[in-house]
């Protein structure tokens, strides 16, 4: 309950403009667009009207120019790869439908023309697949290799006398599927297939393959299946590709990285198979940039709802015999919401990180292989798991609601049942954390490398000394070593970033240590055991993997509160900040008490101050919850929930209207419980 702490006076537009980033213009120019209800899927439209209210949306998209922003001046663009990025995903405020379908047409089918194809390849078909004139399909995705793209079974042969390719799909489960704008409206693909010529085979390759006639029928050798009802995103067609000895030119192959001449000779500017195979993938990161984006703006307006809702909605006459208690006063419910309000605060300013990353390695300002072996680490890693986030917070937002929330109307469960898929495609979250961590196996691996043997030696005594403070159970009593230098413990102390920041590292180091040592024989060991001992390990690289990017996540929002906090100028809100960035660090705390108990690096007299202090900032946090949400820039025709729009509200402001007047009355019945008081006084 609020016992009368005055909640501080905030301006929103601040924190809109830490949320929105570097690009807020585009931001806030596309949210406007999102507002008009053409874009929107008819309320109680059939399957078939959803899909062609969606085709009709990316329409409006592509008048409005988003998609031409990453292009090259020569070609009409302005290369702001940032910008339309930031633009594209708040999409999702019109429908989820509508941001995955234009991904698909513009970032999937028209990126890798852009990305993987040649200048004669882009005069032919980019400006019509960015225009919308030209609908296509990314056919990446097979039912029997989802992410393992380099294993897919869809071939293509050259045949020099025809200089053509021969695309084939050999056996069932090498049909492409859950393949976007198939079902209905795409007329070609990019195909991904393995290129062979001459006998070798060279990998995996895209080709712009034909789909369809003018009429939208079929070609020769093309079979398309609809994927029909999913559990999210009724406006995109998902459908199935399979291919039977379809015939395509030789120029038909995207050859950025890879070319084959008409005697069937095979170039690439990249030797190594795998380099090349990793290269040409990392040009359409942006998919999962823009998922990660995109997952952020979906938990905004989930929590936009959820609170307001809960400024408006009353339960129980809990401090009053005549008005009932509003829900964001109840302790549990600032529980539920506050963090993932903190939550979604770190993603959004974390995304905009991972979008400057992005726009510096497309633009060309630094396109070296660190530069993209860092984008490709953070998109993996921040996709994983802000559209896991998005997951539970939307079902979080839909309970915090009760029965309105799983009205339809309300929003909820459609945001829920659209972002479910965001969790597996563009790679699956547990697939990409791997690469995440193998990344930090790599950078370890690199550290130890550059110390000297006296540093080595000094590491090993220092890692000894630490296995045997765990054994001698000195740990378990609840000291550590921080504990002996640093002997007050308040609640000022626990909310400390310095030792925020230092639980979280430490998590990270020791866990990357610890694998990298059980690992470390596998250099010796037959491929078979080395794949063994790498299994043995898996979870705990994909532990270590969400330590490190939840330690990334606190350091961005740590980072862009001291900003403000140090401009002078935003005094309150530097504050509110540093109560959101407290509550985020506290709670991933609180998430991995048990680890860091367990390595002795939390005593419980500390230990014991988390839940109080975290209690403390969700109801300090609570009393601004509306300007948190206020700031996120979303309106009623973005959230299009009645009950966070005046509804519940209204509601409210009629009974409590009827209960004033009734009680006024001299027939206002006497409730039996006062009866027995009044009795038993007598």
């Given at each position: 309950m609020n016992r009368g702490k005055t909640p501080l006076t905030l301006d929103a537009t601040v924190l809109r403009d830490v949320l929105d980033g570097e690009w807020t213009e585009a931001r806030r120019r596309i949210r406007d667009l999102c507002e008009d209800p053409a874009l929107h899927l008819p309320a109680d439209g059939t399957l078939e009207d959803m899909r062609a209210a969606t085709t009709a949306a990316v329409g409006a998209v592509a008048e409005s120019g988003l998609a031409r922003l990453p292009m090259s001046e020569?070609?009409?663009?302005?290369?702001?790869?940032?910008?339309?990025?930031?633009?594209?995903?708040?999409?999702?405020?019109?429908?989820?439908?509508?941001?995955?379908?234009?991904?698909?047409?513009?970032?999937?089918?028209?990126?890798?023309?852009?990305?993987?194809?040649?200048?004669?390849?882009?005069?032919?078909?980019?400006?019509?697949?960015?225009?919308?004139?030209?609908?296509?399909?990314?056919?990446?995705?097979?039912?029997?290799?989802?992410?393992?793209?380099?294993?897919?079974?869809?071939?293509?042969?050259?045949?020099?006398?025809?200089?053509?390719?021969?695309?084939h799909t050999p056996f069932r489960a090498a049909t492409k599927e859950y393949i976007g704008n198939a079902a209905r409206d795409a007329r070609a693909a990019v195909v991904f297939a393995q290129l062979v010529t001459k006998g070798v085979n060279h990998g995996v390759h895209a080709f712009f393959v034909p789909l369809r006639d003018e009429e939208g029928g079929p070609l020769p050798g093309i079979a398309l299946e609809d994927d029909g009802l999913k559990g999210g995103l009724p406006g995109v067609d998902n459908g199935r590709i399979a291919f039977d000895q379809v015939r395509i030119p030789r120029e038909n192959l995207l050859t950025r990285y890879g070319a084959v001449s008409a005697d069937g000779d095979y170039s690439s500017p990249i030797e190594s198979p795998g380099?090349?195979?990793?290269?040409?993938?990392?040009?359409?990161?942006?998919?999962?940039?823009?998922?990660?984006?995109?997952?952020?703006?979906?938990?905004?307006?989930?929590?936009?709802?959820?609170?307001?809702?809960?400024?408006?909605?009353?339960?129980?006459?809990?401090?009053?015999?005549v008005e009932e208690t509003r829900l964001i006063d109840y302790q549990r419910h600032q529980r539920r919401l506050m963090p993932l309000i903190s939550q979604a605060y770190a993603n959004a300013i974390s995304h905009d990180t991972l979008l400057h990353t992005f726009d510096v390695v497309f633009s060309g300002e630094d396109d070296s292989d660190q530069a993209r072996e860092l984008l490709e680490t953070q998109a993996a890693g921040f996709k994983a798991l802000s559209t896991w986030d998005a997951l539970t917070t939307i079902q979080e937002a839909r309970e915090a609601c009760g029965g309105a929330g799983y009205m339809a109307e309300n929003r909820l469960v459609g945001l829920r049942g659209d972002l479910d898929v965001y969790v597996t495609f563009e790679g699956d979250n547990t697939v990409l954390l791997q690469l995440v961590g193998k990344r930090l196996l790599t950078d370890y691996a690199k550290e130890l490398k550059d110390i000297d043997f006296g540093g080595a030696a000094r590491l090993i005594g220092a890692q000894a000394a630490e296995h045997t403070l765990f054994r001698t159970g000195f740990a378990n009593i609840g000291r550590t070593i921080s504990d002996l230098v640093t002997v007050s413990v308040n609640e000022k102390r626990v909310r400390s970033g310095k030792v925020q920041e230092a639980l979280l590292s430490d998590r990270v180091d020791t866990m990357v240590a610890s694998l990298a040592q059980s690992l470390r024989?596998?250099?010796?060991?037959?491929?078979?055991?080395?794949?063994?001992?790498?299994?043995?390990?898996?979870?705990?690289?994909i532990e270590a993997s969400i330590a490190y990017i939840e330690l990334l996540k606190w350091q961005g929002l740590n980072t862009e509160m001291h900003r403000i906090e140090d401009g002078g100028k935003h005094t309150e809100e530097a504050k509110v900040l540093r109560r959101i960035r407290d509550l985020y660090g506290l709670s991933l705390i609180e998430k991995h008490m048990g680890w860091?108990?367990?390595?002795?690096?939390?005593?419980?007299?500390?230990?014991?101050?988390?839940?109080?202090?975290?209690?403390?900032?969700?109801?300090?946090?609570a009393q601004n919850s509306l300007d948190l949400v206020e700031a996120f820039g979303y309106g009623p025709a973005h959230r299009r929930a009645p009950i966070a729009d005046g509804a519940e509200a209204a509601r409210q402001d009629e009974a409590r209207a009827y209960f004033r007047a009734a009680r006024a009355t001299s027939d206002w019945p006497v409730d039996e419980k006062e009866l027995r008081k009044r009795a038993a006084r007598r």
């Open positions: 020569d070609e009409g663009g302005s290369e702001k790869h940032g910008e339309y990025v930031a633009g594209f995903e708040e999409l999702v405020t019109a429908s989820p439908s509508l941001q995955i379908k234009a991904g698909v047409q513009f970032g999937l089918f028209g990126g890798a023309i852009m990305h993987l194809g040649n200048d004669e390849q882009h005069a032919k078909w980019l400006e019509d697949a960015l225009s919308g004139r030209l609908p296509g399909s990314f056919a990446m995705t097979e039912i029997g290799h989802g992410s393992d793209v380099a294993e897919v079974g869809t071939t293509a042969v050259y045949d020099v006398d025809a200089q053509e390719f021969e695309v380099r090349r195979f990793f290269t040409m993938l990392g040009t359409l990161v942006q998919g999962r940039v823009s998922l990660d984006g995109a997952a952020v703006v979906a938990s905004k307006l989930a929590l936009d709802i959820a609170v307001r809702y809960a400024h408006d909605r009353r339960q129980f006459t809990s401090t009053s015999p024989p596998a250099r010796s060991m037959s491929q078979a055991d080395g794949a063994r001992l790498f299994n043995e390990h898996q979870n705990e690289l860091h108990s367990m390595y002795g690096r939390l005593p419980m007299a500390r230990a014991r101050l988390i839940g109080p202090t975290i209690n403390s900032l969700c109801e300090k946090l």
